[in-house]
T-cell receptor, first 112, second 114 residues
């Protein structure tokens, strides 16, 4: 079971720096989602891809955030000019149409 | 607006006790409902799901949940918990036209004492 893979597991950076996270979904899954989770809360939806098309973005996703899925396989989430409030666990999930989502282990972002 | 709420932040039980975790949802239209579990140090895993049909759904590890439309509820139950059930439990919902994006509750931490 290859599962959803996320890299890195933990990222520590200084405020104002740019960071990029990668997600490799389960290979045959056409849907890919990004969520953000802060302490004591459930995951919050950020954005969704159907194959390579980004079909929905949450209002949580400010213009400092950008996500891509260039070939409909892996995806990247970039945060520019990081702020303290960006500290969170960033989760990636994938699925087939109409099927439950499979989650990765997440990338924990810590802003110094 | 779509929302999911979980009643309890932290539940503490002894082994063999019965479990019920509350979940209420607010959605317009059809909704698919899920329970996910996160064991310490692991990723979210699906426990069970409700799409349609029989409102009583059975999941893995002896868990079940009942969809009660009139109460907008989808409570998780287990007749006898084990120490290994210690984890955080998340209820989630996805609207029928939302491409499957999930709205989660705040989560319930379950601690089971041996």
């Amino acid at each position: 079971d290859t599962g959803v893979s996320q890299d890195p597991r933990h990222k520590i950076t200084k405020r104002g720096q740019n960071v990029t996270f990668r997600c490799d979904p389960i290979s045959e899954h056409n849907r890919l989602y990004w969520y953000r989770q802060t302490l004591g809360q459930g995951p919050e939806f950020l954005t969704y891809f159907q194959n390579e098309a980004q079909l929905e973005k949450s209002r949580l996703l400010s213009d400092r955030f950008s996500a891509e899925r260039p070939k409909g396989s892996f995806s990247t989430l970039e945060i520019q000019r990081t702020e303290q409030g960006d500290s969170a666990m960033y989760l990636c999930a994938s699925s087939l149409d109409g099927q439950p989502q499979h989650f990765g282990d997440g990338t924990r972002l810590s802003i110094l | 607006a779509q929302s999911v709420s979980q009643h309890n932040h932290h539940v503490i039980l002894s082994e063999a006790a019965s479990l019920e975790l509350g979940c209420n949802y607010s959605y317009g239209g059809t909704v698919n409902l899920f329970w996910y579990v996160q064991y310490p140090g692991q990723h979210l895993q699906l426990l069970l799901k409700y799409f349609s049909g029989d409102p009583l759904v059975k999941g893995i590890k002896g868990f079940e949940a009942e969809f009660i439309k009139s109460k907008f509820s989808f409570n998780l139950r287990k007749p006898s918990v084990q120490w290994s059930d210690t984890a955080e439990y998340f209820c989630g919902g996805a609207g029928g036209t939302s491409y499957g994006k999930l709205t989660f509750g705040q989560g319930t931490i379950l601690t089971v004492h041996p």
